[in-house]
């Protein structure tokens, strides 16, 4: 509920011209998806977006709460742009909003604190962006109706532009404390979805990422996530469809269909969790599948989709982690058809079962676990790559620096070009472009590759 609730928004017709905003996005791509339509709102309002570390009259900081950690950046982000801006009117929104306000309104400078419920309609709070002696905050409850995002086509090209479909979790895992800051599942109307993905289309977007809190489990209108990734293909002009992350118990096989087929836009690429490879701990994490499921599934979409790229989240020092829990998982990642996975160490999150468990792991046994994980998903991304080399492929290059040009293949590798490998061409020449790419060499976390065609 409300703790200091301004009785009506302002008005937002109120807000002045030409002054200068800055935005700043903590956390998943799903914050990002969030924080360019709060830009392209600010716009039509008239204001200038400026850099988050130049001078501004007004921020809007979207936070994240997904760790301990993510909390600590969200306070200095906030901390460092008051010092920078004393005068300013400083809002803070989304999930760490929704779940910290008490530590936030202990920053001095801060003015608005507003949870997931309203943030995207945080302009509708700030009216003329005058400083408020102590901070408003507003959390109300987060609804469980389906929703719009009401764009308004303002914002800036994104060479992969995120379109956000989904948010909420019904799923409920011991650790996690989203469900909590986001609320339950819920699903974006299939007409406001594709009417943005015409929009970026039509400005020369190729290639749209799929994100939300939990994308398989959408359902509008009886529209799954299949007649999704189906309409996007058939919009003229967009090349490439990619799914971001995907709960493993809510993928449609018949995806792997459409990453075959050559006419349709999904590209081969999984980021399917993981979490742990113990199924004692996946128990207790209340996770909704078994080690042998997980392994099954990941090596009939590899076997099923020749070259697709599967990556996986997994999470260290989980209450109760024995070594041979840990063993388990270094063990998944190796000995599965996986190209790299995202390491994550445990963290306590209030109001979740495993914070209030008694048998953490030491801090330190945690970053230690944490760290040899991350040197086994550096050697499975090379092997990914090397695995690679000598392919002819098509890159989708975003834009070049210093006569650099890089971009990534249809399942996931990071590839650039430079000098001889250019043909003569000029890395400006290819961008927002596809062009054929032969894979070469390995070079730390890319490939490097010799344009043909």
């Known amino acids: 509920m409300s703790q200091a609730l301004a009785s009506q928004p302002a008005n937002a017709t109120s807000a002045p011209t030409r002054r200068r905003a800055a935005l700043h996005t903590l956390g998943c791509r799903l914050n990002q998806s969030e924080t360019m339509i709060l830009r392209e709102k600010l716009i039509a309002q008239g204001y200038d977006i400026v850099d988050f570390a130049d001078e501004a009259d007004l921020a809007i900081i979207n936070t994240c709460t997904v760790t301990r950690l993510a909390d600590a950046k969200c306070r200095q982000a906030i901390?460092?742009?008051v010092r920078r801006n004393p005068e300013a009117y400083t809002a803070v929104v989304g999930c760490y909003s929704q779940m910290g306000a008490k530590e936030i309104s202990g920053i001095e400078g801060v003015d608005l604190i507003l949870g997931n419920h309203?943030?995207?309609?945080?302009?509708?709070?700030?009216?003329?962006a005058e400083k408020n002696p102590a901070p408003v905050i507003v959390r109300e409850r987060i609804d469980r109706d389906d929703f719009t995002m009401h764009f308004a086509g303002e914002t800036p090209f994104e060479w992969r532009a995120n379109l956000?479909?989904?948010d909420g979790c019904d799923f409920m895992c011991s650790f996690c404390i989203i469900p909590f800051a986001r609320g339950r599942a819920r699903s974006r109307e299939f007409d406001d979805l594709m009417a943005e993905a015409r929009h970026q289309v039509g400005r020369g977007v190729k290639e749209l990422v799929l994100t939300g809190v939990n994308i398989g489990t959408y359902d509008h209108t009886s529209r799954s996530v299949l007649e999704?990734?189906?309409?996007?293909?058939?919009?003229?002009?967009?090349?490439?469809?990619?799914?971001s992350s995907i709960e493993p118990t809510t993928i449609p096989v018949e995806l792997f269909d459409r990453m075959n087929a050559a006419d349709h836009a999904l590209m081969p690429y999984l980021h399917i969790p993981l979490q742990s490879g113990s199924d004692k701990v996946l128990q207790e994490m209340r996770r909704r599948y078994n080690i042998a499921e997980w392994e099954a599934f990941v090596n009939d979409a590899a076997a099923r989709v020749p070259g697709i790229c599967i990556g996986t989240?997994?999470?260290?020092?989980?209450?109760?982690?024995?070594?041979?829990?840990?063993?388990?998982?270094?063990?998944?990642?190796?000995?599965?058809?996986?190209?790299?996975g995202h390491v994550f160490t445990y963290s306590e999150r209030g109001n979740t079962p495993a914070a209030r468990r008694d048998d953490h792991i030491p801090v330190e046994e945690r970053h230690r676990r944490s760290a040899r994980l991350r040197r086994l998903s550096t050697e499975r991304r090379y092997a990914f790559?090397?695995?690679?080399?000598?392919?002819?492929?098509d890159v989708l290059f975003e834009d070049p620096r210093d006569n650099t040009a890089s971009g990534l293949t249809d399942n996931y590798v990071r590839v650039v070009l430079s000098g001889d490998g250019l043909r003569g061409k000029t890395a400006l020449e290819l961008r927002n472009e596809l062009a054929r790419v032969r894979l070469e060499r390995v070079t730390a976390d890319f490939v490097e590759g010799t344009l043909i065609g």
Do not use: H, W
């Open 228 to 243: 999704v990734v189906d309409a996007l293909s058939a919009l003229p002009g967009l090349d490439r469809v990619r799914i």
């Open 164 to 166: 956000k479909i989904q």
């Open 79 to 81: 901390r460092g742009f």
């Open 385 to 393: 790559y090397e695995a690679n080399l000598g392919r002819e492929t």
């Open 313 to 340: 989240d997994i999470m260290v020092g989980f209450p109760g982690e024995t070594e041979q829990d840990f063993a388990e998982s270094c063990r998944v990642l190796t000995e599965n058809p996986l190209a790299y």
């Open 118 to 128: 309203d943030k995207m309609n945080v302009l509708d709070y700030i009216g003329a």
